[in-house]
Each structure stands twice: as C-alpha cells, then as structure tokens.
C-alpha cells in the first residue's frame, strides 16, 4: 500500500484505463452508488426548505472562511480554557510528528482511530508505524481497507469497491494478523460479517489506552468538537481510552452553537439518507470522571490557508465531506475511487487535491481534466459548491504552469488564423469536401488522445458556403 497521496500513481487518464475494464469494479460501484444517491434524493425531497438549508450552509461556510483567524483563535482559547491542549501543524510532516510524540508520552505503542479524512490525508497509520506504533481503524469500512492492505476509494463508504463474497476473503485470510480471527465458517451474510467485526474490535476498544479523531466540526464559540456516524464505533474511541487525540483540518471550524442546526440537517440527509445519524459524539476539553482525562487537538493546514487564499478555489473549503457528489458522478462510476490517487476521489477530489498538493505532479495535473464538466455535483452539494467551475479554473492554472499541449496548442493557433481569413476558410473547407474519402474515422499521432474514444464526423460532400451561395444568393 502506497503513502497517503499516492503520488507514485500514474496519471488519472492511466489509471482509469485501467480500472474501467475491471467488470466486477463498475458493477460493485453501479449498485452502491445508484442505490445512495436514490435514498439520498428521497430524504431531501421530504424538506420543503432544501434550498433554504442549503443557502444557509454556503454563506455560514463563506462568512467563517473570511473570517477564519479570528475563529481559530478563539476555538483555541475555548479549548484550551475546558483542560484541552492546541497544536498547530503547518503540513502533514509536522502533524504526524506531534501524534506521534504525544503517543510516546503516554509510553503506549497502540492506538485506536475514529474514521478520519484528515489523518488519511496525512498518512498518519504509515508514519505512526515507522516509529513503532500501531493503528487499528474501528469504522466497519476502513477495517476492510486495513485488513486487505488496500486504499480506500470513496469517502463515505470507502470499502464500495468490495462485495460481501470479496469482504467475507479478507476477514477469513486476515483478522488473526490483526488480533481476534474470523469465527470458523464465516459466511457473507451481513449480519454474520458484521459480528465478526464487532467481536475483533471490542478487545481494542477495551484494552487501547490512547485514540486518534478527526471531527466533522468545531465550534468556536465553546470549543466543542463534533463526530458524527452510523456505527457506534467512534463513540468508544471518544470515551473509552485515557487520552484522546484529534487531528482536524481549519477549515473545520463553525462560528457558533447555533449553526449545527443547519449542518446536522444538510450532512446526513447528504451522505447516508437519513433524517438523522445514528451517532452524534460532542465534547469540550475534559471532564473529571467522564471520558479521556487528556485531550490534544491538532489544528491541520497542510495547504489550506494557499488554498483560502484563491477567490475561486476556496470554496472547495465548505465541503462537508458527505460524498454525494461522488454518488452523481458519471467518471467516479467507471473509473473508482483508486483512479484519482488521493484520499479525496471523485468530483472534490478533483478541485481539493490539486489545491492542496499543488499541480505540479503528473497526476494532481489530471484531476481537473477527470470531469465530463455535467454539473450534476453541483446540483446535489448540499454546501453549493460550484465544482465545475473550480474544475474550469484549475484547468487554467495547469496551461498556465505546464504550457499546455504543444499540438493543441499549435491546432488552436492555426485555426484562430484560418478564421481570421474568409478566402483561407472557404479554400480548407472546399478541399476537406474535396477529399473526404481519404480521411480516417481516427487519425493516429498527436490527435489519438481525443480519437481514440471518439470517431469523426463525416465531411460534407459539399461545404455549408457553396451550398448557401448556390441556393440563397
């Protein structure tokens, strides 16, 4: 398994070739993400005031971004004034060295961990592992990711890219390297797999002294952390071990109390249909006799403040992290999760890693171009994100450090002055009429990246200016 960007990965275009031949892979993810995205549109169409909440999420997001340092700032003396400790990491390096050191501090070598983007961001299991520490994931989804040693592929359920037949293998093969085996004669009914999980996860949660989190949100005005999810799993992280520590990015930040109305609304209707999530965990700092008795908060840049600082871009920042434009996405259907070589796959993926990362490698430069620009991610995105148009803007800004391509570049110029000249045009067009038979349905050489998915249309035997000068003149 490769680090937390993949950067070792081929390009996206590379990389879907691939993946978009593996049969099993498009139907795993045809039924998933059809399945989702139906039960997500039926319980937004129970709210008459969607459009409203939604309204309400962009400009809550929009005003915090803005304001960002003065929130932070006060997130910090909140926490710090309910017993909690802030660190402040500046990339990933630094972040994973402070979880690290405060691990060691407590003299454990194991950890347990609340699903978390930000810490798969980072690559904190690898980087805790290099320095002896162990890190068990307890979300039903990223288990099956760990224990197959793969790469999640979606950010809400990031094990869709498997079947229960292909989970059932992966519990029976690799449990017992990972603590309690699989019970003998394991099927894949549901129930069956998710006991399993159950019984190999308890002897964690009740032995680990030490837990890693992210958080959907934190609040400012009282220094309150908030996860929420459907399992259960998170919530024995958050009080069962002595210390806990949570990594979340900035842009995690709400302003007040108030404003987790609109989001405990938007979020699960969003990403698992439902009216409400099963679990809602909150805390502010400690609490004698009640929960950890330290509690450390990681406050994550790693490219965001770059990212706030571009008038188009930012607005990746309001993603709530719900999927559901992963769930509308033509692309991400065919292609999977593991094509867009990052934690963040599908339509935000595409705009947040090439901003966070930069695009400077051969697969953060793709990400733009992996869109069929459908709008249908904008449509669904309960934070109105226009994505296309970040999409379209960091198109421009990939020309712009990488020169383009030299044959579009050069087609595009020698057309601008074809147009430029009437006598010119009516010449080319006469002698495309002239020699059409000659032509290929799919020119080989610098042209194959567009023919080799797309035939030409046929020329005229006749162009459109002859035909309009003999008929209308």
């Known amino acids: 398994m490769s680090g937390a960007t993949y950067l070792g990965m081929p390009s996206f275009p590379e990389a879907a070739k691939q993946s978009t031949r593996d049969e099993r892979l498009r139907r795993n993810l045809r039924h998933a993400t059809h399945t989702i995205r139906d039960k997500r549109a039926a319980a937004v169409n129970e709210l008459a005031d969607w459009p409203q909440l939604r309204e309400a999420g962009k400009r ?18 909140k926490v710090t004034a309910a017993g909690g400790t802030v660190h402040w ?3 990933a390096e630094e972040a994973n060295r402070i979880v690290a050191d ?59 890219h498997r079947n229960r037949g292909e989970i059932r293998d992966i519990f029976t093969e690799n449990m017992a390297a990972w603590g309690r085996p699989a019970p003998e004669g394991l099927s894949d009914r549901p129930a069956e797999l998710a006991e399993a999980a159950r019984l190999h996860l308890r002897e964690k949660f009740l032995r680990a002294k030490v837990a890693v989190s992210g958080a959907n949100f934190m609040i400012a005005e009282t220094g309150t952390l908030v996860v929420v999810e459907s399992e259960g799993n998170g919530r024995m992280c958050l009080t069962l071990p002595e210390t806990l520590i949570s990594v979340v990015g900035i842009e995690k930040v709400l302003p007040r109390w108030q404003d987790l109305e609109v989001f405990l609304q938007l979020l699960p209707r ?32 790693n490219g965001r403040t770059d990212t706030l600082a571009d008038e188009v871009g930012r607005q990746a920042l309001r993603c709530i992290r719900c999927s559901a434009c992963l769930n509308v996405c033509p692309v991400y259907e065919r292609a999977g999760g593991h094509a867009y070589g990052s934690v963040y796959p599908g339509p935000i993926g595409a705009i947040l890693s090439p901003q966070l990362r930069g695009v400077t490698s051969d697969i953060d430069a793709s990400l733009p171009f992996a869109s069929s620009l459908c709008g249908a991610c904008y449509e669904v995105c309960p934070v109105a994100i226009d994505i296309p148009e970040v999409l379209v803007h960091l198109r421009e800004r990939v020309v712009e450090q990488t020169g383009g391509h030299t044959a579009e570049r050069a087609t595009v110029k ?9 006598a010119a045009m009516t010449a080319a067009l006469r002698l495309a009429s002239g020699t059409r038979k000659a032509h290929p349905r799919r020119p080989g050489g610098p042209a194959r990246a567009w023919t080799d998915t797309r035939d030409l249309p046929p020329v005229p035997a006749e162009p459109f200016r002859t035909w309009w000068k003999r008929n209308r003149a």
């Open 414 to 422: 020698a057309a601008t002055w074809l147009l430029d000249h009437p």
């Open 60 to 77: 809550i997001k929009d005003h915090t971004l803005y304001h960002l340092d003065t929130y932070l700032l006060q997130l910090e003396e």
């Open 102 to 160: 405060l691990v060691e501090a407590t003299g454990e070598s194991e950890v347990v961990k609340v699903k978390s983007m930000a810490t798969q961001e980072i690559g904190l299991n690898e980087a805790l592992s290099a320095r002896g520490i162990r890190a068990y994931e307890t979300d039903l989804a990223e288990l099956i990711v760990q224990l197959a040693d793969d790469r999640p592929s979606h950010i809400l359920v990031p094990a869709i």
């Open 89 to 91: 990491a500046a990339d």
């Open 270 to 301: 969003s990403s698992t249909a439902e009216r409400m999530n099963p679990y809602t965990s909150m805390w502010t700092g400690t609490t004698d006799g009640d929960g950890p008795r330290d509690f450390h908060l990681v406050l994550l840049d």
